[in-house]
């Protein structure tokens, strides 16, 4: 009887504490299984919140990629005009070809800050995975601009089996062919700045030059296009974490949260069970052998 009326109160105040927490499962050996099946959803939604940041972060760096292609694109598309420009015949001056050559500066200038421009935390972003290695310089010796960065790029994991490139690289957004958009502009501007250079020449110059630019143009083209397609694939696979996060948050409140009514229901019956046992201990003990006499 001792044994029942403890199994009893044991019950209820385990009920008790369910009733307080808001959970049904106050131990593992509650559920067994349930605790198993917690632990792995648990493991999932850390999965997934470190997924959702990577995205995250991923996001604000091809943002700043997509800031500097749209600005190289601007850059590019008015050294084509410039360019261009040069065969008018009001630029057979050499005050008018020194016009142009110092835009042309400017825009090589501002090409070459682009190509070698580092994020926050002080990494050149496009070098590929040399980031500690400034991707454009000029070579001293051949006095023409090499890249210095390699072609590999950094994987970021979004998903459980799926990585998204996190960065473009300076010899494939500026690639020309053979060459660069950098030596190409260059070129231009020293002939331009050459008087031994005639018009014939210049004309030959420019036609080269017109031919490297549109293929740069195609090649930033190319790259936007990469980063906007990488960028509409994160904004979906964050959606579906989303959805999975949920799905997962209540099959975790299925197997962990109480069922208040049913637990009620319990209580009262543990209630009324050790009620019962209490008053048959106590009408066992009033028993004895003086009041059987």
Known sequence: MLTSMQSSTTGVNKTFIQLNSGERMLKPSDDPLGAVQLMMLDREQADISQFKKNISNLKTQLGQTESHLDASNTAVLRAQELVTGILNASNSTMEGREAIATELDGILGQLTDIANSKNPNGDYIFAGTKTD?????K????????YQGNS???????????????????????????DNIFNTLDSVINDL???AVDGSNLTSSVTQAQADIKSTLSSING??????GQQNSLTMISGSHDDNKLINDKLIGDVKDLDYSQAILELNTQMAALQAT????????????????
């Open 133 to 137: 290695t400034q991707p454009i310089v």
């Open 139 to 146: 070579d001293p010796a051949t006095g023409k601009y090499v």
């Open 152 to 178: 590999d790029q950094r994987e970021v994991q979004v998903a459980e089996s799926m990585s998204i490139p996190a960065n473009q690289t300076a010899d494939v957004m500026f690639s020309n062919g053979s």
């Open 193 to 195: 700045r050459n008087p």
């Open 223 to 228: 790259a936007l296009t990469d980063v906007g």
């Open 278 to 293: 209490q008053m048959t201990y106590s009408k066992v003990q009033n028993l004895s052998l003086f009041k059987l006499m």
